[in-house]
Nanobody, 126 residues
Framework: QLQLVESGGGLVQPGGSLRLSCAAS????????IGWFRQAPGKEREGVAC????????YYADAVKGRFTISKDNAKNTLYLQMDTLKPEDTAVYYC???????????????????WGQGTQVTVSS
C-alpha cells in the first residue's frame, strides 16, 4: 500500500514559519517525482514546489519562490516543505504527492500525480 501522510500544519501569524513533513510508506520516495500542492477554498489545486525524479532538480511556483524550500531525506523516506515569511494568501490545505513522472516536474499538474496524502491545514492570520 502506497501512503503519504502530511504533518506540521497549523495557525501562524503573517511573517511566521512552518515546516511541513510528508512521510512515505509502502514505496521508496526517491524513485518518484514528488511535490507539494495547495488548495484554498473556491480555488483549484495548485503546485507549490516539486522535485524531479530524473535529476532531482527543484522547482517553485512564483508565488512562493524565495520563501519556501522543498527538500527530502531519503534515509527517512520523508519530504519536507520549509515555509518562511508566510502571508495570508498562503492559507490553504497543503498536500504532498508522488508520481511516476519523468519530465521535469514543473511540466505536470495535480492531475498527473497518482499518490496523495490527506492534506494538512495551514492558516496564516493575525
Amino acid at each position: 500500500q502506497l501512503q503519504l501522510v502530511e504533518s506540521g500544519g497549523g495557525l501562524v501569524q503573517p511573517g511566521g514559519s512552518l515546516r511541513l513533513s510528508c512521510a512515505a510508506s509502502g514505496f521508496t520516495l526517491d524513485h518518484y517525482a514528488i511535490g507539494w500542492f495547495r488548495q484554498a477554498p473556491g480555488k483549484e489545486r495548485e503546485g507549490v514546489a516539486c522535485i524531479s525524479f530524473s535529476d532531482e532538480t527543484t522547482y517553485y511556483a512564483d508565488a512562493v519562490k524565495g520563501r519556501f524550500t522543498i527538500s527530502k531525506d531519503n534515509a527517512k523516506n520523508t519530504l519536507y516543505l520549509q515555509m518562511d515569511t508566510l502571508k495570508p494568501e498562503d492559507t490553504a490545505v497543503y498536500y504532498c504527492a508522488a508520481g511516476s513522472l519523468y519530465y521535469p516536474c514543473f511540466r505536470y499538474t495535480a492531475k498527473d500525480y497518482t499518490n496523495w496524502g490527506q492534506g494538512t491545514q495551514v492558516t496564516v492570520s493575525s
